[in-house]
């Protein structure tokens, strides 16, 4: 095997032997997917592979995540580099020779590429060895769970305590943009994420006599309406939020007027401020709005993950390795922001870092979607960006 020269920062050429290798090790996770506290097999081929390649591996962090430390020279720097492991709950459509063999589970959120990746870097550092300083590889489950996510289970695990990073940076695919573009915000990138669960109890009766009932339909579609002054005569115009009334029931016969109706919806928004604004707003919706049709109502909300905020010297120091690599004209900066939500948005809140995004090729499926694949070509580029952002955060000193 060709090793590159050891005192040359690391090109996207230099990872073109390991394609083959990391796209059979991607390909293999995407037939076999993990939903989120399931990632068993996942994490231990990927820790094994580690092993093998000399790094130190502790396993079971917040459950299945580990995290693998190569250490190099004397410095006390140190880095996280950071990749999610788990698949969604979709039934695969792509048709694939390696689409999902578990069914109503599949990698259409690129975990599965975004793990390899990283495994792609992890081997080309571990034979290179170019760079001075403490490498913590951070392989996390769970990031699709909403709630109580792998990320949170990782930090309450001690995290950053057993595994000291100076700066922790991740990345995510980004269908509709050409591969290996890379995309940069400073400051608030992606959106926190709520969700609200209400449930609206009337008085049931039959169709033929509503004068008899407390509608719980008519109480919630008029709600449904309602809601979407939220954001339009509440929040002020130059901030960005969301509410979508993503789920409403009610009833089951044409003839019979339900007792209750429910709803759930999904709230979104980049700052603190507004996003306590969007809850008082819809406490207060919900309460009056079903007491002026004779009902009551019930309300569970469930905050989600906290705004995702890069921090602006290690997000200026991501771009200018992207920019190295693939030149200024396959970087955008700034990217728009995010509704979408990450919980790598709790490790910023523990340590300056960088979010970023890689294009996944335009005209594909989006994220989410049941034709959704993740885009090989992004293997060698996304490997080569994670190799030179730990060759120049923790360079070799000359001689």
């Not at 033929?208 to 309406?225: T, Y």
């Amino acid at each position: 095997m060709n090793h590159p020269h050891p005192h040359k920062l690391c090109e996207v050429a230099d990872l073109h032997d390991l394609h083959d290798e990391i796209t059979g090790l991607r390909r293999h996770i995407h037939q076999h997917p993990e939903l989120s506290f399931q990632e068993v097999d996942t994490a231990a081929l990927v820790a094994d592979r580690l092993q093998e390649w000399g790094y130190a591996v502790t396993r079971h962090i917040g459950g299945n995540g580990l995290v693998a430390t190569l250490r190099a020279g004397s410095s006390t720097r140190s880095i996280g580099l950071r990749a999610d492991m788990d698949a969604l709950p979709i039934q695969e459509e792509t048709g694939l020779d390696w689409a999902s063999v578990k069914p109503g589970a599949m990698h259409a959120c690129g975990h599965d590429g975004h793990t390899a990746m990283l495994l792609g870097a992890a081997k080309h550092l571990a034979r290179t060895r170019h760079f001075d300083g403490t490498l913590n590889l951070i392989f996390q489950p769970a990031e699709e769970a909403g709630f109580d996510s792998g990320a949170q289970k990782m930090l309450a695990d001690g995290l950053f305590d057993r595994f000291p990073c100076d700066a922790v940076f991740g990345i995510h695919n980004h269908p509709g943009v050409e591969t290996g573009t890379f995309m940069f915000r400073s400051g608030p990138f992606m959106a926190a994420c709520d969700t609200v669960k209400i449930r609206i109890t009337g008085r049931g009766s039959h169709a033929a006599r509503p004068h008899l009932s407390v509608d719980p339909v008519v109480a919630a579609a008029s709600l449904v309406m309602a809601l979407q002054t939220v954001v339009s005569r509440n929040v002020d115009p130059m901030e960005t939020a969301v509410v979508t009334v993503g789920s409403l029931h009610a009833g089951k016969a044409s003839n019979v007027i339900p007792e209750f109706a429910t709803m759930e919806l999904s709230v979104r928004s980049f700052k603190p401020e507004v996003r306590e604004l969007l809850e008082q707003r819809i406490r207060a919706l919900v309460s009056t709005h079903a007491e002026s049709y004779g009902a009551q109502a019930s309300i569970e909300y469930l905050r989600g993950y906290p705004v995702l905020v890069n921090s602006e010297a290690e997000t200026d120091f991501a771009r200018s390795v992207a920019e190295e690599l693939v030149g200024p004209e396959k970087v955008i900066a700034p990217f728009g922001p995010i509704a979408g939500s990450e919980d790598f948005a709790y490790f910023l809140q523990q340590r300056p870092g960088c979010f970023l995004r890689v294009g996944n090729g335009q005209g594909q499926p989006m994220l989410h979607n049941a034709g959704y694949d993740f885009n090989d070509a992004n293997i060698p580029v996304g490997a080569a960006f994670w190799t030179r952002l730990v060759e120049r955060w923790m360079p070799v000193k000359p001689g």
